[in-house]
């Protein structure tokens, strides 16, 4: 059986990875990729955490993590809405070009 | 460490790899979609199969075509020689050094050596239960989320009536 | 308990949810409106039915069921509503829904090119909820609560040709006048409620209102002006019933109301509503007839005998010499609720009842054959164009002419001729006074008289309408009628099956009613009290009696050949000719023809003193309180004045220098939003890192 | 007797318990599970595709008589005269994809373009797993998630349609597989929430245990099936309609509309892959209609409790075989509708009634036990009529009346 720390590093990873490309790609939609990378590990933890607690039969992570999956949805239907809202205007969908609310 | 938990969990960090960094972009969400399925697998190791279906089935099933579809409706314009990154080692010296704390905390942590009890006794009967009783609340406002989401998404990717501009 | 009494508040409930459904249904579901509408009253007519099936063959205390539960609880009071089943319930409900099916078919045909017929249906399933409603109510107040929508009801259907402005005005003036006399009701209601404690009539453990304990305890309280209180509630409760049913003070909404449509005349202002009145003097009759010491006749029923005589006579007086069809009957409604009120005032429930019951039958019958004739006429409504009508309307011409019998009070086969006979027996018998029994005899031959000069006019001689044609139709009454009959020659025509049907089953009821209602076999008015009715010739041949038919027999018969004398001899020639009668007698006529100008004395008097008050309050509003509101706007503008120069010299000095400062801080700080997205990320993953580290490294110490 | 019938009942699980026990000595401890699924999952491999095989020929000929046609009817057992009325096509169908070229256009995607026929045919085949053949009969019992798992699984074939549609390089096959896509989506919600109306009564998600709940015999003939309820039938209506238009199926076959598209997303495929689609998307109608039957026709229940004799997993191929006929009957008669009808119909019309089917599932559940069961259907039928009036009155107003400019 794997120790709680094999999953806690998988989820670690992830979520660095996830955080790597949503810091480095020129794509709107790339970064949203990276950000659900990211929620997704967190949800990793969330079970993990759950599996390896005292108390597994009060079932909180899951719900945690069931909860997170639907926001989740709902994100990332508004975000790709936003992002194609935001080619349609900049014909871009490049976020560096997309700067007019620089100081 | 088990040889499946291995096999999964390196699929996933691979695909996830992937996913961040090849340059064709559906390429990226199709491995994107292998790193869903991985974690659905993990979350299968774990003992949460309603989680684990319900990931696929939102991830796989819906996120996924949502994500390609995004992709296909903002083809750039932008010319083909143009980075894919913009200053990729500040990102990813930030991402190294995020997960390098990470790693300490858990790895220097006790309770990342708690080995797991005899898998709980999960009936999707006391978790539908739960989410009608204690969890009825953020039920609805999640109901209402989704909802408002839904209808939100609609109206912004709505095309401008012709004059309205 | 019986099913029937557990489900009694079905029988209102039907209609209300025809009402409300047909309320959210489009224009064009016109027969789906009407099905509804017709359909709930037929199965409240079944159910009616089954309740009067429950009440017969009982007698006594033991006729009179009821059923009452909790309606909510304010701390310890609860207030409870309840419904009551007695032969009184019982009659009126079958009545009601079977008049009311009958006129809701007539109206079928009559509205059939009106556009806003859902609209006219709904309100009809309204009003014969709220009137339903009324009858089978236990408990005052809820009788007060239907009562009052019933006057809304009333509102909304006289005034259903709203764009008319003699309808709107009539519709206005029906609700106010009625109003007047429904504040004094509640008055009455809450008199009552703090003498008793409850506002139920009947109950289980006898402690209703109407039951001997709350009576004998309101008999003994005497207040003002030695009145006991049970006689002061009762004549608060009969100044309601004097709205309601158009008696002498407050009659005169009644005959304005003959602006709405002929079918809400027949069912509102003539068979339901307006006995609504008499009806709840029936029901608190307990109440009315308790006797007070010291005084030889209950004085809330005196009160009722002189109202209802002086009401008869007066109504009987004014429809001589009107030449509105329908504003002939409506004061003939009036005279007739008159005589209602007589009957129960010395007679007792059976007495007036009974009238009502009977006079529902011809009233709606008249009702409706005027409709059918004004619609055969081509909405006229002038009985001097009419005339000759009898050769095209042959239908209407007899069901017409039974109805005018019946309420003309033609001796022996009309069912009319005996209820009026009751009352008239009952007022030879009125020991205090004999003034009522002629006032009443006086009334009866005005009615036989006035009756046949209507019919002379309408049916006698030959048709005066085309006179009018050559004018513009510039009095159309409703401007969607008719639009494509322009074209045929204008002769009057016979109406659809749709509305003469529903005529002749009126027309054979008020003849058969007759065969329950003769002194030989009284079944009727026995029923109303819950007394077994039996054979008895003696009854009719007795000298009393006997004489008593001979001479109104004689009273009617000189009103009918004196009314054939004046005007049936000689039929009117053209439409403008003089009344004969105003040859005759000009100056009386003139007062009858200005219905004794009650409304200008109206005018001249509460109008305009109440014109008066709202003026003298728009003054004092205007000179008084608008120059308090003005010093008080000066003061404030004087200190907004002074505060305007601190502003500008204090405050807005040091705002400027805080804002320069501020904006310098802004602009240096605004080289960190550079707009992109990455930068920010890169900052929240550092503070992420921080922290996590942070963290991490103090949760291991 | 009895035994007898029960022993050719459950002769597919005493076979596969003695061939472990005899493979007891001879496999290594650790591959004994292996081999147990293996055992398990042969048959599913070998009686599917055959059946698809036979499908593909019977819808010819169905197709044939229904166009007054004849179909095929040459090809007989090989180098023999027995023509077998035609039933040896498939033989022929399927060594002609074998040795044909495949054809890969040199714009491809080529492993993306490899990859989707794969894609596509792993998760077909993994519903497979969890459908109730007869009794005892679960490949793989997921007593807590087996409905979930099947639509988890059955929603990610979208995106093996997307892989075929985009990595070809072709207008066609990219239009074909958006509007298999969008149509997928949103029939699935339908398809989900019909489904639901039977979870909700049998309280489980597990495919055997929703079989289980219908056993209860009625009347002392019937089997509860929850088709023999308001619900129950229009739910299977929609059901199958929303899986018509999931295996894209006519009328729902725009994403492969011939005369307007070519071949859909799979126009560029060839050969072997192509053969490979086409087993996918014939294994995926299977796959529904088992679902559907486990559902709604009380899985491998007979219909009546006196023909209870008769294998369970006979009643099971039974039904389906009564379905696929079904399927080619709606194929040969309705003709294909228009991209705005099919979403129309789907949000629209699918949507409401299914949600109003969930509704008097519910008020049937709670009014068991104290309402007269007439009153129950009455009021059922009822609450699912008017609203179907309604709906479809609404649809009909919409679509209007069509002209044929060219036609008249």
């Known amino acids: 059986m794997t120790p709680l720390s094999g999953y806690l590093l998988v989820s670690a990873l992830l979520f660095c990875i996830g955080l790597a490309g949503a810091l480095t790609r020129r794509n709107a939609i790339m970064v949203l990729i990276g950000i659900e990378l990211m929620l997704n590990a967190a949800n990793l933890n969330f079970i993990a955490f759950w599996r390896f607690s005292e108390h597994p039969e009060t079932q909180t992570g899951l719900m945690f993590a069931l909860f997170s999956i639907a926001i989740a949805a709902a994100e990332a239907a508004v975000g790709l809405a936003l992002i194609i809202t935001i080619y349609r205007h900049f014909r871009t969908a490049n976020v560096d070009k997309v700067e007019e609310m620089k100081g | 460490m088990t040889l499946p938990f291995a096999i999964i969990a390196g699929l996933t960090v691979g695909s996830a790899i992937a996913a961040m960094s090849l340059r064709n972009m559906v390429h990226c969400a199709l491995s994107l979609v292998l790193t869903f399925a991985g974690l659905a697998g993990l979350y299968l190791q774990l003992n949460a199969e309603f989680v684990g279906f319900t990931q696929i089935l939102v991830y796989v099933g819906a996120v996924s075509i949502l994500i390609v579809f995004a992709i296909l409706l903002t083809r750039s314009t932008d010319p083909k020689d143009e980075p894919a990154t913009v200053t990729p080692w500040v990102g990813i010296a930030v991402a190294v050094g995020a997960f390098l704390t990470m790693a300490l905390a858990v790895v220097s942590s006790p309770v990342g050596k708690r080995v797991a009890a005899p898998a709980p006794e999960v009936s999707v009967k006391t978790l539908g239960q739960k989410l009608m009783t204690d969890y009825v609340l953020p039920l609805e406002v999640m109901a209402l989320l989704l909802t408002a989401a839904m209808l939100g998404a609609v109206i912004i990717a709505m095309k401008d009536k012709e004059g309205q501009r | 308990m019986s099913w029937i009494l557990q489900n009694l508040w079905l029988i209102p409930v039907l209609p209300l949810l025809a009402a409300g459904i047909s309320a959210l249904l489009k224009r064009p579901n016109r027969s789906l409106a009407a099905g509804l509408a017709i359909g709930s009253m037929g199965a409240s007519f079944l159910l009616s039915c089954m309740a009067f099936a429950e009440t017969l063959g009982k007698h006594g205390a033991a006729s009179r069921q009821f059923h009452n539960f909790d309606w909510f609880a304010l701390g310890d009071t609860v207030v409870r509503l309840g419904w009551v089943l007695d032969p009184l319930t019982a009659a009126m409900v079958v009545m009601i829904t079977f008049v009311g099916s009958l006129i809701f078919i007539f109206s079928v045909g009559y509205m059939s090119h009106d556009e806003n017929f859902t609209r006219f249906f709904c309100f009809l399933s309204l009003f014969a909820a709220a009137m339903l409603g009324l009858i089978i109510a236990n408990n005052l107040l809820l009788l007060f609560m239907c009562w009052e929508l019933v006057g809304l009801a009333s509102y909304l259907l006289i005034g259903f040709w709203f764009h008319k402005p003699s309808a709107a005005a009539a519709a206005k003036k029906a609700f106010i006048t009625t109003r007047i006399g429904d504040v004094f009701f509640f008055l009455g209601i809450v008199w009552l409620y703090s003498e008793t404690g409850t506002l139920l009539f009947y109950t289980e453990d006898h402690t209703g209102c109407l039951e001997q304990a709350a009576l004998a305890k309101m008999v003994a309280h005497t207040t003002i002006g030695g009145l006991a209180a049970s006689s002061a509630i009762g004549l608060l409760l009969f100044c309601g019933a004097i709205g309601k049913s158009g008696q002498l003070p407050l009659h005169v909404w009644l005959p304005d109301a003959m602006e709405g449509p002929t079918p809400v005349s027949a069912l509102i202002h003539a068979a339901t509503m307006v006995a609504a009145g008499v009806f709840l003097v029936a029901r608190v009759y307990p109440l009315m007839e308790l006797q007070q010491a010291g005084v030889s006749e209950p004085i809330p029923l005196t009160a009722v005998t002189w109202i209802g005589a002086l009401t008869a006579i007066f109504g009987a007086l004014v429809a001589v010499s009107q030449t509105d069809i329908k504003r002939i009957l409506a004061y003939s409604t009036v005279s007739q609720l008159g005589y209602m009120m007589m009957g129960l005032g010395i007679g007792g429930v059976a007495v007036g009842m009974f009238h009502l019951l009977t006079h529902a039958f011809f009233k709606a019958l008249l009702f409706l054959g005027s409709g059918s004739i004004i619609h055969g006429c081509h909405e006229e409504q002038d009985i001097r164009r009419m005339g000759g009508i009898k050769k095209y309307m042959p239908v209407t011409f007899a069901t017409y002419a039974i109805g005018m019998m019946a309420l003309s009070g033609v001796p022996l086969v009309f069912c009319g001729f005996w209820s009026k006979d009751e009352i008239l027996h009952a007022a030879w018998l009125y020991q205090p006074s004999k003034i009522p029994f002629f006032l009443g005899l006086g009334g009866a031959f005005l009615t036989a008289f006035y009756m046949t000069r209507q019919m002379c006019f309408v049916f006698a001689g030959k048709y005066r309408g085309h006179a009018r044609e050559s004018m513009a139709d510039s009095h159309d009454s409703h401007p969607a009628v008719h639009e494509a009959g322009h074209g045929h020659a204008h002769d009057p025509h016979e109406s659809p099956a749709v509305m003469t049907l529903p005529l002749q089953i009126l027309a054979a009821c008020t003849v058969l009613l007759t065969l329950v209602s003769t002194p030989l076999w009284p079944w009727l008015p026995e029923y109303l009290v819950a007394q077994a009715a039996h054979f008895d010739a003696a009854k009719l041949f007795n000298a009393g009696t006997l004489t008593l038919l001979v001479v109104s027999g004689v009273v009617v018969a000189g009103g009918i050949g004196l009314g054939w004398w004046f005007y049936g001899l000689l039929p009117a020639e053209k439409p403008d000719e003089t009344d004969p009668l105003e040859q005759q007698f000009p100056e009386q006529f003139a007062w009858s023809r200005g219905k004794f100008f009650v409304d200008e004395l109206y005018a001249a008097t509460f109008v305009k003193w109440n014109a008066r008050l709202g003026e003298l309050c728009h003054d004092l509003d205007r000179r008084v309180l608008d120059l308090l509101v003005s010093l008080v706007g000066w003061a404030t503008t004087g200190c907004a004045h002074v505060a305007k120069l601190f502003d500008e010299f204090v405050v807005n000095k040091l705002f400027d220098a805080g804002c320069t400062e501020v904006r310098r801080g802004a602009e240096a700080a605004s080289e960190l939003q550079s707009g992109q997205i990455h930068q920010y990320l890169r900052s929240i993953g550092l503070a992420l890192v921080l922290f996590v580290f942070i963290l991490a490294v103090g949760c291991n110490k | ?408």
Request: hydrophobic share 55%; net charge positive; charged share 15%.
């Open chain 4, 1 to 408: 007797m009895a035994e007898f019938f029960q022993a050719i009942d459950q002769f597919p699980v005493t076979l596969k318990h003695w061939l472990m026990s005899q493979l007891q000595g001879f496999v290594p401890e650790w591959a004994l599970p292996l081999v147990s699924a293996v055992l398990s999952i042969s048959p599913i491999l070998a009686v599917f595709p055959l059946l698809f095989a036979l499908t593909t020929v019977v819808e010819r000929k169905g197709l044939g008589r229904i166009q007054n046609r004849i179909g095929p009817n040459r090809v007989g057992i090989p180098l023999t005269n027995i023509r077998l009325a035609g039933f040896g096509q498939f033989i022929a169908d399927g060594i002609k994809s074998l040795i044909k070229e495949d054809v890969v256009p040199r714009a491809a995607d080529k492993v993306v373009h490899f990859l989707a026929p794969i894609a596509l045919l792993i998760p077909v085949l993994l519903t497979y797993s969890v459908l109730p053949f007869g009794r005892n009969m679960v490949p793989l019992d997921l007593p807590q998630t087996g409905l979930l798992f099947f639509f988890a699984v059955g929603a990610s074939t979208e995106l093996s349609v997307f892989m075929a549609g985009w990595s070809s390089r072709n207008k066609y096959s990219l239009l074909g597989a958006m509007r298999a896509i969008a149509q997928m989506v949103s029939y699935e919600i339908p398809l989900i929430l019909s489904s639901l109306t039977v979870v909700m009564m049998a309280g489980t998600l597990s495919l055997a245990g929703i079989v289980e709940s219908q056993a209860e015999v009625r009347f002392g003939f019937l089997h509860g099936w929850h088709l023999f309820t308001p619900w129950g039938f229009v739910g299977f209506c929609l059901f199958l309609t929303a899986a018509a238009a999931e295996a894209n199926r006519t009328p729902f076959d725009l994403p492969e509309a011939e005369s307007e598209i070519i071949a859909g997303y799979f126009t560029e495929y060839s050969g072997f892959k192509f053969a490979i689609f086409f087993l996918a998307e014939y294994l995926g109608l299977f796959a529904m209609c088992g679902l559907g039957i486990t559902l709604f026709l009380g899985g491998w229940l007979p219909p009546f409790k006196f023909l209870g004799f008769i294998p369970s997993w006979c009643w099971f191929l039974g039904k389906l075989v009564a379905l696929i006929l079904l399927f080619i009957w709606l194929r040969g008669t309705l003709p294909r509708l228009r991209t705005d009808q099919l979403m129309g119909f789907a949000w629209k019309f699918l949507l409401p009634m299914t949600l109003i089917n969930l509704l008097v599932a519910a008020l049937w559940h709670l009014s068991g036990g104290s309402v007269p069961l007439a009153v129950r259907w009455v009021v059922g039928c009822a609450l699912l009529a008017v609203p179907y009036w309604l709906l479809g009155r609404g649809f009909e107003a919409k679509v209007g009346k069509r002209e044929y400019r060219f036609a008249n």
